[in-house]
Every structure is written in C-alpha cells, then in structure tokens.
C-alpha cells in the first residue's frame, strides 16, 4: 500500500487575515509523520477548525521572519506546554528565531516542560534539514526583503508491494522477501536467483511537494523545484501589478506559473494572496495561460500529492 502523502492548507493570505483568509500555515502529513511549514497569526486555531492532529507535528520550518509566517508560533508553544506534551519539538528557522521565542518565555516566565530545539536555517545556499527513514526535507534560498528559505520535502524509496501469487509459490524466504521488497535481486544460498522484477511490482516514481512564499520572480528556485509533484508558490498579485510584485519582492500568479512551467513540476497551487483581491478567480485564470495545472488553495482543504 502507497503511503498518504498530503498538504493541508491553514491559510493562505499575505500580510493580514482578510476576506475570510488567513496567514500562511500548511500542514504536511506523510503516512504518520507531520509537519508544519509556517506558522501565521491563529495557526492553532486553524489546527483545531480543521481537525489536524497537532500533537503529532514533529518538525516546524519557518520560512522567514515576516510577521504572517511566525506570528503564531509563540501561542502554538504555549498550548503545547499545558496540554503537557512531552514529545520533542524541532524548529527550523532563520538567525534570530530562537532568540525572539526565548526572550517571549523569558519574560513570562515560562519553562517548557517538552524538549525543544532550534536549527537555524541557510539563506544563501541549499541544504538537508532532515532525514527520516520515509522522507528528505531540504531547504533552499529564496530572494525577498529578508533572509528566506523555501522547502522541499521528498519521499525516499518505498518498499515495494509483492506479487502475491509468486510468493506463495515459490515461497522465498523472510531474508529473501525483505531484499526483493527493497528492490535488490536475492541469491540465496543454494544458488537460486529471485528477481525483483519477477517477484514485485514496479515502485513508480517519487513523490515530491516544493514551498515557495515569499519570492520575488527567480529563475534561480528552477533547480531546487524541478519535477516536484506539486509546487506551492506566492502569487501575491494579478500581472498588472507586476512593478508592485517586483517593488515588494513577491510574485505574480504567471510569474508563479512561469516557475512552474520552466521546472516541469507536475501541479502548481497559487497562494499568499494579497488583501486587495476578494476574488481570486483573476489570478487563476492569469496562471492558467502560462501553466494549465494550476489551481488556487483554499483554506481548509487537503491535497493529495500523487
């Protein structure tokens, strides 16, 4: 069986919370593994609207130090500490992120009764954040007003799934079973050869979601999202406020597709949307003539990346 792979969307506004929207906030959930990729203004009460299982989140990776990025980070903790969580907690983030949560608990007076830990995060170059035994998490630069990163999350080889009927009748052993399941051929130890192709059904391709938000239009993000599955990147503004985009250092919906379509990523979702649009239906429809995958997220919704 194929581990779920999903993105659920908390919020997706730029700057303020505004027609309904909130700052960005995403949930990623693989099979069981959960994490949150930033952390705006009311992320716990989005966890709770929405029914995500907060407590299971792992890892959070902020993307920057604008307000509507992190702004919720500080309650999350809190609410994390007197519902008495003891699992550990890592933080990936920009210079100077631990030291605005530290100084927020110093002067309340709090003490953490779960571990928590911070990773300060690379501006200037991509790296490997984390690895765990099903998925990668990578981080890579982004160019905007401050320091950013973007994030792209891999999955690693799967096992794969065994004809059943080969296995009853040729009956390899557990040994044999887990290697085939690996994708590697088996000798065992008479001489007798088991095949992978023979014995297991083909993996398929790797499974990949990529975060850009924010950004100003980089040809220079191609390599860090090329071929994902499914791309997440701003589009703050339609293209007649493309000057503005630039001024701002953000996007413009065909900017995002121009991404999109350069790093031949399977689906683009549109977000960070600015508080001037009630409607959103412009910015999609503008996406759509440079990258026909494209749609806009919505709040509350969960995607599958497949």
């Given at each position: 069986?194929?581990?779920?792979?999903?993105v659920t969307?908390?919020?997706?506004?730029?700057?303020?919370?505004?027609?309904?929207?909130?700052?960005?906030?995403?949930?990623?959930?693989?099979?069981?593994?959960?994490?949150?990729?930033?952390c705006g203004?009311?992320?716990?009460?989005q966890l709770?609207?929405?029914?995500?299982?907060s407590?299971?989140?792992?890892?959070?990776?902020?993307?920057?130090?604008?307000?509507?990025h992190?702004?919720?980070?500080?309650?999350?903790?809190?609410?994390?500490?007197?519902?008495?969580?003891?699992?550990?907690?890592?933080?990936?983030?920009?210079?100077?992120?631990?030291?605005?949560?530290?100084?927020?608990?110093?002067?309340?007076?709090?003490?953490?009764?779960?571990?928590l830990?911070f990773?300060?995060?690379?501006?200037?170059e991509?790296?490997?954040?984390?690895?765990?035994?099903?998925?990668?998490?990578?981080?890579f630069?982004?160019?905007?007003?401050?320091?950013?990163?973007?994030?792209?999350?891999?999955?690693?080889?799967?096992?794969?799934?065994?004809?059943?009927?080969?296995?009853?009748?040729?009956?390899?052993?557990?040994?044999?079973?887990?290697?085939?399941?690996?994708?590697q051929?088996?000798?065992?130890?008479a001489?007798?050869?088991?095949?992978?192709k023979?014995?297991?059904?083909?993996?398929?391709?790797?499974?990949?979601?990529?975060?850009?938000?924010?950004?100003?239009?980089?040809?220079?993000?191609?390599?860090?999202?090329k071929?994902?599955?499914?791309?997440y990147?701003?589009?703050?503004?339609?293209?007649?406020?493309?000057?503005?985009?630039?001024?701002?250092?953000?996007?413009?919906?065909?900017?995002?597709?121009?991404i999109?379509?350069?790093?031949?990523?399977?689906?683009l979702?549109?977000?960070?949307?600015s508080?001037?649009?009630?409607d959103?239906?412009?910015?999609?429809?503008?996406a759509?003539?440079i990258?026909?995958?494209?749609?806009?997220?919505?709040?509350?919704?969960?995607?599958?990346?497949?």
């Amino acid at each position: 069986m194929i581990p779920e792979f999903e993105v659920t969307v908390l919020g997706n506004t730029s700057s303020i919370p505004v027609h309904g929207r909130n700052p960005t906030a995403q949930v990623v959930r693989y099979h069981q593994e959960y994490l949150l990729i930033d952390c705006g203004e009311g992320t716990q009460m989005q966890l709770k609207k929405f029914k995500q299982k907060s407590s299971r989140i792992s890892c959070i990776f902020i993307s920057h130090l604008h307000g509507d990025h992190y702004l919720g980070l500080v309650g999350l903790l809190s609410s994390y500490n007197l519902n008495g969580r003891t699992k550990p907690l890592t933080i990936y983030g920009p210079k100077g992120l631990d030291e605005i949560i530290t100084t927020q608990f110093k002067w309340s007076k709090t003490k953490l009764v779960y571990p928590l830990s911070f990773r300060e995060t690379n501006p200037n170059e991509a790296e490997l954040l984390l690895e765990t035994n099903q998925i990668r998490v990578f981080s890579f630069p982004m160019k905007h007003r401050l320091p950013t990163t973007g994030f792209r999350i891999e999955e690693k080889t799967r096992l794969r799934n065994l004809i059943k009927e080969k296995v009853l009748s040729e009956k390899p052993s557990v040994e044999a079973i887990k290697t085939l399941r690996e994708g590697q051929d088996f000798l065992d130890e008479a001489g007798k050869l088991f095949r992978v192709k023979d014995f297991a059904y083909p993996q398929g391709e790797m499974r990949s979601y990529a975060f850009c938000s924010d950004t100003i239009f980089d040809p220079d993000l191609v390599p860090h999202v090329k071929d994902v599955t499914l791309l997440y990147h701003e589009s703050t503004f339609m293209d007649d406020q493309k000057d503005r985009a630039k001024i701002t250092f953000h996007s413009t919906a065909k900017e995002a597709a121009e991404i999109a379509k350069r790093a031949n990523v399977g689906q683009l979702m549109l977000g960070h949307f600015s508080s001037r649009y009630g409607d959103l239906e412009g910015l999609l429809a503008e996406a759509k003539t440079i990258f026909s995958k494209s749609y806009l997220s919505t709040q509350g919704e969960t995607y599958p990346i497949t």
